[in-house]
Structure formats: C-alpha cells, structure tokens
C-alpha cells in the first residue's frame, strides 16, 4: 500500500520564482494537510483539507501560500512569489476521518529559495 | 487555542538508561494526544496515542506514555534506551471533535550514546 507521496523531493527557487509542490495521498484518506517545517518554528500548519475541502489555512500564510485539492487523490501547494524564509521542508500528511486515528506522512520536499 | 509544549529541546543520555521526554499541553477540554518521531532524513512516524481510557498507553518500538490530567501531562518513556532510538520525538495534540489537525511541539532531539 503506497504511502503518502510528495514531489520533488528538492526544489531550488529564485527569489520571486511560483513553485508548485504536489501530494498524494494514501488511498481513501479523507483528510488531508500541508505542513512547513523549520529548525526555529518546528511544524506549522498551512492547510487542511477534509473531503477536498477546506477546513482551515495558516493565518500567517494566506499572503503567498495557496494550497488546492483538485480530487481526493491529488494536492498542490502553491508559493508566489517565493521568498528566501521560505526556505523549509513542506510536509504534506493524510489520515482517515476521525480525530483519534493516525497521520500519516510523506518524506517532504525540501525547498531552498535563493 | 490549545498548544503543546516540550520543554527539553535536546536530551542526551546513555545506552540502557531510561528515557522520559516531556510534554505538556493546554487545552481546555479533553485532547487527544499523540507522539511522533522522527529519524535522521525521514518524515514523522507515529509512535503512540492516547484518546480515553488507560492513560498508560503502549506504542510501537517498546515505547509509552502517561496521560496525567491533573498536570496536563503526556510524557514519552522507554527503558532501556537504544542507540537506535536517536532521533527527534514531537508531541502533538487533537481537539477533537470536528477538526482533526495536530498541533505539535517544537520537539526533543534524543541523543543515545552506546
């Protein structure tokens, strides 16, 4: 059984550059979230999906950070412009329905804006 | 708003000694909580969860926690510790109801030297 799948793996941006992170995730998962993680914040939340739809999104990152789930298997993380704190690895998770059941995660895209 | 707190960023210790990570929350109903690890270069795995009834719980990798209410507590132990439990563990906690996302800790960086 696939895991929650993320690519690519790295991305390297210029300054002021869209990017586009993609997320698929485990088969049947209803829920669905974007994560950034750095050293100094640790994990935050960017969005939550439930059902393709949108649950809620980060205060802090509606400016430049747009996420989308177009189907139930398949999400897009949008940065624009992006910027160098914005440098981090985004994580993208799913779990099924139901507060007391396991996240599962992808191995992240680790983002480098130069 | 709930949040979660850890308060050792780095723990250190020897092989065959027990290990108790830290962690507290604040929330002012009844959370779920969980704990979650993460190794060199991989994404977070789940260790364990606690949502009612025995607030000892058992998890994966001969790992436990105790939900203490009275202090609003959940903190990590194993004994004996391996040097293969390096890694960096994160605490995170669910509201319940109908917004399954985790709010996590900054995290404990483990350090278990043979």
């Known amino acids: 059984d696939a895991g929650v799948t993320q690519t690519p793996r790295h991305e390297v941006a210029e300054k002021g550059q869209t990017i586009i992170l993609k997320c698929e995730p485990v088969?049947?998962?209803?829920?669905l979230f974007w994560y950034r993680q750095t050293k100094i914040q640790g994990l935050e939340l960017l969005s939550y999906?439930?059902?393709?739809?949108?649950?809620?999104d980060g205060g802090a990152f509606k400016d430049r950070f747009k996420a989308e789930m177009l189907n139930s298997s398949f999400s897009t993380l949008k940065i624009q412009p992006t910027e160098p704190k914005d440098s981090a690895v985004y994580l993208c998770?799913?779990?099924?329905?139901?507060?007391?059941?396991?996240?599962?995660f992808g191995k992240g895209t680790r983002l480098t804006v130069v | 708003a709930q949040s979660v707190d850890q308060p050792d960023a780095h723990v250190t210790l020897s092989e065959g000694a027990s290990l108790e990570l830290r962690c507290s929350y604040s929330?002012?109903?009844?959370?779920?909580l969980f704990w979650y690890v993460q190794y060199p270069g991989q994404s977070l795995q789940f260790l364990l969860k606690?949502?009612?009834?025995?607030?000892v719980v058992k998890g994966t990798k001969g790992f436990e926690a105790e939900f203490r209410k009275s202090n609003s507590s959940f903190n990590l132990k194993k004994s004996p510790a391996h040097w293969s439990d390096s890694a960096k563990y994160f605490c995170?906690?669910?509201?319940?109801?109908?917004?399954?996302?985790?709010?996590f800790g900054k995290g404990t960086l483990l350090t278990v030297t043979p």
């Open positions: 995170a906690l669910v509201r319940g109801g109908s917004n399954y996302k985790l709010t």
């Open positions: 606690y949502i009612t009834g025995d607030t």
């Open positions: 929330y002012s109903a009844a959370p779920y």
């Open positions: 998770a799913s779990s099924s329905q139901g507060s007391n059941t396991e996240v599962f």
């Open positions: 999906f439930r059902s393709k739809s949108l649950m809620e």
């Open positions: 088969s049947g998962h209803n829920d």
